[in-house]
Nanobody
């Protein structure tokens, strides 16, 4: 079992920055690929970014490429999402997710979510 706790959300003006964190406990953190997803009101949850178990590979949705950076610290059991040049359309609840090596689809575990609101 893995527990994920998201934090770092808040209210920010357009053009500003936030850093989200997701702290994991339980089984070996480095065994899991990690990702961030978001869900805006009235919309489906969508993929934002993911990072491989070692941190050597990262993937981004086109809508955030060049503005967001995902990283992980396996020694601290934590994954981060640095969000720069935020736009009002980035407003959503952000969830971290963990995917085990034998799982094809996201995810085995989800965080509780953290609200990000970007004002224009």
């Amino acid at each position: 079992q893995v527990q994920l706790v998201d934090s770092g959300g808040g209210l920010v003006q357009a053009g500003g920055s936030l850093r989200l964190s997701c702290a994991a406990s339980g089984r070996t953190f480095s065994s899991y690929a990690m990702g961030w997803f978001r869900q805006a009101p009235g919309k489906e949850r969508e993929f934002v970014a993911s990072i491989s178990r070692s941190g050597g590979s990262t993937y981004y949705a086109d809508s955030v490429k060049g503005r967001f950076t995902i990283s992980r610290d396996n020694a601290k059991n934590t994954v981060y999402l640095q969000m720069n040049s935020l736009k009002p359309e980035d407003t959503a609840v952000y969830y971290c997710a963990a995917r085990g090596p034998s799982t094809v689809k996201w995810a085995d575990y989800w965080g509780q979510g953290t609200q990000v609101t970007v004002s224009s």
